[in-house]
């Protein structure tokens, strides 16, 4: 994984632990467990697809998982792939004499969209809309594709959308929240993909990045009925006293929604959704089983706690510490040696000036309570290479962190209440940085007591 583990005593085995539940997310994997052609039989979940009846294949998606997704999928349709575009985020692409001249992966802005996704998006939504009943789409979805996949309703200018998403990003609103806004301030999401390629059939390879695996979350759900409306999405606003605060265009639409003069997304039952099959095909939970696989092949008692793991970032990081002093005390179900694992995602509340990310946060608020505990480690990991706007997937603590800290002149409660975990962590040579690795299945927690 970094130099941060595998300097630790038995870092390799907490590297190699890391590395399996990686390897569980691998997006081509996946695509390839769900994708298998034989000749003109194409078959996706099961369900069979014959070629010689369609005229065109066009392959298209978003998201930091989509290059290889991408390169899995268009290695199985083979001269059958007509062309198309997917989306990733800078830096998440692969080397381009890895795929056919007819599909092009862009990069684009994250977090917030920029106007490279959104020229990217209508020329996807500009390929599909001239699909008929006679073709076939593969849409390829991941993590991050939210904001990636990106086309503003009328009246709504990018840098209106930008400032909206800002604003519940630091808002403390959970992904659900977020992405009930974004849908309705957006064609393509919400089955917009689906509505714009009907009457061709869709087959969504979705790669889960969202808590629970709800299809309308993920990606703000491009290819999956959307239970959420107008009235909801403004709720959500008004619940963390936004509405004053943004853009008047996205006030003017929202209202026009509510009142009927904006077409609603896609609803459950529509029957323009009747020819499109969203297929899950990873997701936090087999990430999180084949990191227990791998802790209890080292000879670690071991121990799934959840993957719906939710809730302020600080908040989790002192639950965490105190399961972590128990298992330092003896007082858990576990014995040493042990590891307890933990998936999902939590949210920050930002309220300071400082840089970090939310498994940056968690870490930092379990440093004090963690103090001292001999042979304990909490280990926490955007699973795709980047937490937050930083180049740190998270962070490493340990029970001698507090007293390193303070040598140095470092104060996790100070540095906690600027929301400034990464310039903590930097101090100290405990971020991990794996880089970019091209999966995104949510965010791990590993507690280990040797």
Same mark, same amino acid.
């Given at each position: 994984?970094?130099? $941060? ?56 998606? /978003? ?6 997704? /991408?390169?899995? #999928? ?45 020229? #990217? $998006? ?27 996949? @990106? ?38 999401? +919400? ?28 990606? =703000? ?7 959420? $409306? ?29 009142? +009927? ?21 990873? =997701? ?7 990191? #227990?696989? #791998? ?51 939590? $949210? ?27 042979? @304990? ?23 001698? @962190?507090?007293?390193?800290?303070? /040598?140095?002149?470092? =104060? ?39």
């Amino acid at each position: 994984m970094t130099h $941060t583990l595998q300097s630790l005593p038995r870092g390799d085995e907490v590297c190699r632990v890391l590395d399996t539940a990686l390897q569980a997310a691998d997006p081509a994997a996946a695509v390839l467990r769900f994708l298998s052609r034989n000749g003109d039989q194409l078959t996706a979940g099961g369900q069979t697809y014959n070629l010689a009846d369609i005229r065109h294949v066009f392959l298209v998606g /978003a998201g930091k998982a989509g290059a290889p997704m /991408a390169q899995a #999928a268009a290695q199985i349709l083979d001269d059958r792939l007509t062309g198309g575009a997917v989306i990733v985020k800078d830096g998440y692409g692969l080397d381009e004499v890895n795929f056919p001249a007819s599909l092009k992966i862009i990069e684009a802005g994250h977090p917030l969209p920029d106007e490279r996704g959104v020229v #990217a $998006t209508r020329k996807i939504l500009s390929l599909l809309s001239q699909a008929d009943q006679s073709d076939l789409v593969l849409c390829l979805l991941s993590g991050g594709a939210s904001a990636l996949l @990106t086309a503003p309703a009328i009246g709504i200018t990018l840098t209106d959308l930008q400032q909206t998403i800002s604003l519940l990003l630091r808002s403390g609103a959970d992904i659900g929240e977020i992405n009930a806004v974004r849908k309705h301030l957006d064609v393509v999401k +919400g089955g917009g993909l689906a509505r714009v390629a009907a009457p061709a059939r869709v087959i969504s390879f979705i790669l889960s990045d969202v808590v629970g695996d709800p299809l309308d979350i993920i990606a =703000s759900g491009p290819t999956a009925p959307d239970p959420t $409306t107008f009235d909801q999405a403004l709720a959500v606003l008004h619940k963390y006293q936004l509405l004053e605060q943004l853009p008047q265009a996205i006030r003017l639409h929202l209202q026009h929604g509510v009142a +009927g003069a904006a077409p609603e997304t896609l609803k459950p039952g529509d029957p323009l959704l009747e020819g499109v099959q969203n297929l899950l095909v990873g =997701s936090n939970a087999m990430a999180a089983q084949a990191a #227990a696989d #791998a802790a209890a092949a080292g000879g670690f008692n071991t121990r799934v706690l959840t993957t719906t793991l939710q809730g302020e970032a600080r908040l989790v990081g002192r639950l965490l510490a105190a399961a972590a002093r128990d298992l330092a005390g003896g007082q858990s179900v576990l014995q040493r040696p042990a590891c307890l694992i933990a998936g999902g995602e939590t $949210t920050v509340t930002v309220r300071g000036d400082g840089i970090g990310g939310r498994n940056q946060e968690l870490a930092l608020a379990a440093v004090e309570a963690m103090s001292g505990l001999p042979g @304990t480690l909490l280990v926490t990991l955007a699973t795709d290479g980047g937490d937050g706007p930083t180049d740190a997937a998270g962070a490493v603590v340990s029970g001698e @962190t507090l007293a390193r800290a303070r /040598a140095l002149g470092l =104060s996790p409660a100070e540095h906690l209440t600027r929301n400034d975990a990464y310039r903590f962590f930097d101090g100290l040579g405990d971020l991990l940085k794996p880089g970019p690795t091209h999966t995104n299945v949510n965010d791990l927690a590993l507690l280990f007591a040797f």
